[in-house]
């Protein structure tokens, strides 16, 4: 049995070695490819490690803030009524994200003297 292409007449022995050839080709490209991921790795994961480190010490920053702020928080909860009142600009209860940051400044400095900044 003979096959017909574009470029003649070829045994199935000369289709089956082209065949061949072209999948060692792509085997080939895969090789270099994968090769070149290989050589690649090891910077990745340096640059991984360090952005690791980053975020670790963002982390460690975050919370130390939240320790700072959950102390302020548990102070200004535990202070006088008279500078809560302060605080509010009407009867509603007291969130710290409605009041402005210079007046829990301000209460702070006045109201809690041990606040730790």
Known sequence: MTWVTATGRHSP???TI???MLRARA?????TLLRRRLQRGPR?????EEKLLETKGQLAQAISQNEKLTFTLQTARSTSPTCVRRWRS?????????VPRHQLTTARSTCSPAVAR
Do not use: F, G, W, Y
Not at 27 to 31: N, Q, R
Not at 90 to 98: A, I, K, M, N, T
């Open 90 to 98: 009407s009867r509603s209860p007291v969130r710290l994200r409605d």
């Open 27 to 31: 085997a080939e490209e895969e090789v």
């Open 18 to 20: 082209s065949i061949l």
């Open 44 to 48: 990745r994961v340096q640059t991984l």
């Open 13 to 15: 022995r000369t289709m």
